[in-house]
């Protein structure tokens, strides 16, 4: 067994740190051929989310430089990442993708979409063959014991994630949802989870701004979903100012949402633009 896993997470690392290390799934499939290809490494998987960015590898010796691997491949110094990083290996690489994988190590504990994620970034891995008998076993036994985890003890008894999470929180403030118009930003597998559950919480309108416009609505399956969400082409058009600041963001490279939007959102609502708010954004 020489497993070896190197990573940043949202306990480790702050937003800033993590999107610099983050992929985008359309970058995956070369990631997960250049880590196996690494000196060292003999099958590697990489997991991209919101919250952590981990390289999963079999290695040769059992001490691959991981270290050097993200160096080389993200263009930074690893003295800026050393703060930051978690490594792990042998049994105790395999007992935190266990965690990963049930949910155990997620932000909101017990929230169904990390296994989701894992298994997309094991089935990415393995269709450029990059996965071979070894984290084959590893993954399918995760797998594996996260559906046991959900159904034999009470992790998996509430339905939650990042996204209800946020719609709660949303709903503590404002004290209903109901008729409420709502801004998201981002219309990505997080975004329609959010959007479901405003829907569900009797939300009159749901506007939905993206970097690109044609994507910018969650899929529309029924008709009281295409009139509640309204896909818009900015966030700066008037719509968005009337509406409750709630929302969830993609990393992008350049600021989608800026200062003057929500200092002008904020005084149609009860809550007033921080003073720490950097001035130039």
């Given at each position: 067994m020489r497993f070896q896993l190197i990573g940043v997470n949202h306990n480790s690392a702050p937003v800033e740190m993590r999107e610099r290390l983050a992929i985008p799934e359309s970058s995956l499939p070369d990631a997960c051929r250049d880590l196996a290809a690494h000196p060292g490494i003999e099958e590697g998987i990489v997991i991209s989310t919101c919250n952590r960015v981990e390289f999963v590898t079999h290695t040769t010796n059992g001490a691959a430089n991981?270290?050097?691997?993200?160096?080389?491949h993200f263009r930074v110094q690893t003295r800026e990442l050393e703060p930051h990083l978690y490594e792990y290996r042998e049994e105790d690489a395999v007992r935190h993708v266990f965690r990963v994988a049930s949910s155990l190590d997620s932000m909101v504990v017990g929230e169904a979409q990390i296994l989701g994620q894992v298994k997309e970034a094991y089935a990415t891995a393995r269709a450029v063959g990059a996965?071979?008998?070894?984290?084959?076993?590893?993954?399918?036994?995760?797998?594996?014991?996260?559906?046991r985890v959900r159904t034999e003890t009470a992790v998996g008894s509430a339905s939650v994630s990042i996204a209800s999470?946020?719609?709660?929180?949303?709903?503590?403030?404002?004290?209903?949802l109901q008729g409420k118009t709502v801004f998201i930003v981002g219309a990505g597998k997080m975004s329609e989870l959010a959007?479901?559950?405003?829907?569900?919480?009797?939300?009159?309108?749901i506007f939905v701004s993206n970097?690109?416009?044609e994507p910018s609505a969650p899929k529309q399956s029924s008709r009281a979903r295409s009139k509640t969400l309204k896909p818009v082409s900015n966030p700066d058009c008037t719509h968005s100012t009337s509406s409750q600041p709630l929302s969830r963001c993609k990393i992008i490279s350049k600021p989608f949402?800026?200062?003057?939007?929500?200092?002008?959102?904020a005084v149609s609502v009860r809550f007033r633009p921080s003073r720490n708010l950097p001035s130039k954004l």
């Open positions: 991981l270290r050097g691997f993200l160096r080389e996965v071979r008998a070894q984290l084959e076993q590893l993954f399918v036994r995760a797998f594996a014991v996260a559906k999470v946020a719609v709660e929180l949303a709903k503590k403030i404002f004290g209903t959007a479901c559950h405003l829907m569900a919480h009797g939300c009159a309108a970097r690109t416009y949402v800026r200062r003057r939007l929500i200092a002008y959102a």
